[in-house]
């Protein structure tokens, strides 16, 4: 057998693992789905990316998403996926949305993105950009600022952007899992939340830089100096960051890091480094269902209580009416699946008639092919004489549509008689067009006998076919003969 050339699409992987089933703290953690609907442009589309980067690793990074594809088609699938949230970008004409649902029933918010900075604009700005691809293995630590104002819509919010996120277990929690956090702060004022994204670092505190460099590995510069002790001791070799860094951003640490210099019961400082995007949200509208239902808060309209019984009213007409005409199609496909049943049972019931009928038939011509010649003995025994002659094949033979076969001599006669009929038809039409043609022949020449082509008396010889002045000029007939010599005119000779 030679090799298997056969060529594999992308989307077929050799998984060893997809058997396997995952442990249960990875399925209980939320899931999301990051997507963006209709026309939103390129730049949208960059802060879906980006946003889904944020939400990693509990995300789909590599999710396509079709112009025909719908609400629907990511419920149905999200059960399996064990996804609990789906945050979806819209763009109209003035502004940029963002909608935060709850798989499968909602709720739903919705908020307006007033402003937003893709990541690549924000690193940008850095001098030093600090981006580990490894620190978006786990999920980022989430900070709530500010969001204990009065309001249900407040404390929904605060806690659709905690859920988002997987808990964090404090008891059991490794510290070096802990690599980027997400910031959330509201401003009671403006009722703006600001959105930022941070990558941690954890740095030892009380080092010069000269024993930064060496507890972290770098090999330092020491070609300015004729000892090791004063590279260690020369005072404007001291770090900067001491006097930069905030002492209440110095912590004990209760476990080693796998960072170097950052040991057990240790002081470090921890320093915040953004990744982007940046957004700043203003919620705008709850509803109760998946991107539909009950308004539960609006914050740009407000209704009265009579306004909100007549859309309750409304909303309960039209469920109804969606009731009643599913009830309909419902009771309209039975009564067509029962018509269906029947139409089958009495085409079965057919066929079986017309088989029984086909086996009845066939069993009387058996029987009366084995019978046919009992029938004259019956006769002779019962009356007393001999049957007339043809009285039973005649009735043996009087069925509906059957006809004798003739014999070899009949058929060799039969068609010997076409074959004369024939012949004879040829010989009449063959005598009919000899009649018709002599016929002709007598009508012309008694034509030329009584009348000439320019006078109807017949001893005119002047004119008179074939003598005369006149034709005695023409010589040949058809194509070939010569032109007139004088005018003729209505049956006149003009010289």
């Known amino acids: 057998m030679g090799k298997n050339n056969t060529k594999k699409g992308r989307a077929v992987k050799k998984n060893k693992q997809t ?19 209709g026309e939103v442009g390129q730049y949208v589309q960059d802060l879906t990316k980006d946003f889904r980067k944020l939400m990693e690793p509990f995300t789909a990074s590599s999710l396509k998403v079709r112009r025909k594809n719908v609400v629907k088609d990511f419920v149905s699938v999200a059960g399996l996926l064990h996804v609990s949230h789906m945050v979806m970008f819209t763009r109209t004409d003035s502004n940029v949305y963002m909608r935060i649902a709850r ?6 918010l919705t908020f307006k993105v007033h402003s937003y900075a893709l990541a690549r604009d ?9 981006v580990v691809t490894k620190h978006f293995k786990h999920s980022p630590l989430v900070i709530l600022n500010s969001f204990s104002g009065e309001g249900a819509h407040i404390k929904l919010m605060a806690s659709m952007f905690q859920n988002m996120f997987p808990a964090i277990n404090l008891a059991n929690i490794n510290l070096d899992t802990v690599c980027r956090s997400v910031l ?6 403006t009722k703006m939340i600001d959105l930022r994204h941070y990558a941690i670092r954890v740095v030892p505190v009380g080092l010069s830089k000269g024993i930064k460099k060496i507890v972290q590995s770098k090999v330092p510069n020491l070609s300015k100096f004729n000892d090791v002790s004063e590279y260690i001791t020369k005072a404007e070799l001291l770090s900067d960051s001491e006097a930069e860094d905030d002492p209440k951003s110095h912590v004990t640490l209760p476990q080693k890091l796998s960072s170097r210099g950052n040991m057990e019961s240790s002081q470090s400082a921890i320093r915040l480094s953004e990744l982007g995007p940046r957004m700043s949200l203003q919620l705008i509208k709850i509803e109760s269902g998946l991107m539909e239902g009950d308004v539960m808060f609006h914050e740009l309209v407000t209704k009265t209580e009579a306004e909100i019984k007549i859309i309750n009213k409304r909303k309960e007409e039209k469920r109804k009416l969606k009731e009643q005409r599913k009830r309909v199609q419902e009771q309209n496909k039975q009564n067509k699946e029962a018509k269906k049943e029947e139409l089958k049972n009495k085409s079965l019931e057919g066929m079986k008639k017309k088989q029984l009928i086909e086996e009845n038939k066939k069993m009387l011509e058996r029987v009366g092919v084995e019978d046919g010649d009992n029938d004259a003995d019956w006769y002779r025994k019962e009356v007393g004489e001999e049957p007339d002659q043809g009285l039973f094949t005649q009735n043996n033979n009087s069925e509906r549509g059957f006809k004798r076969r003739k014999s070899f001599t009949e058929m060799k006669e039969l068609k010997k008689r076409k074959l004369n009929n024939g012949g004879e038809k040829k010989n009449n039409r063959d005598d009919f067009n000899r009649n018709k043609k002599s016929n002709r022949d ?4 008694n034509n030329r006998k009584t009348n000439s082509k320019f006078g109807n008396n017949a001893n005119d010889k002047k004119f008179k076919h074939g003598e005369g002045r006149f034709n005695s000029n023409r010589k040949g007939t058809g194509r070939n003969r010569k032109p007139l010599g004088s005018k003729v005119t209505r049956g006149r000779r003009h010289v």
Do not use: M, W
């Open 122 to 130: 924000v690193l940008s700005l850095l001098r030093k950009q600090f």
């Open 184 to 189: 959330f702060n509201y401003n009671q004022e």
């Open 19 to 37: 058997k396997l089933e995952e442990p249960d703290e990875l399925t209980r953690a939320p899931h999301s789905f990051v997507i963006h609907k």
């Open 442 to 445: 007598d009508y012309n020449r």
């Open 103 to 108: 798989l499968p029933r909602g709720p739903t």
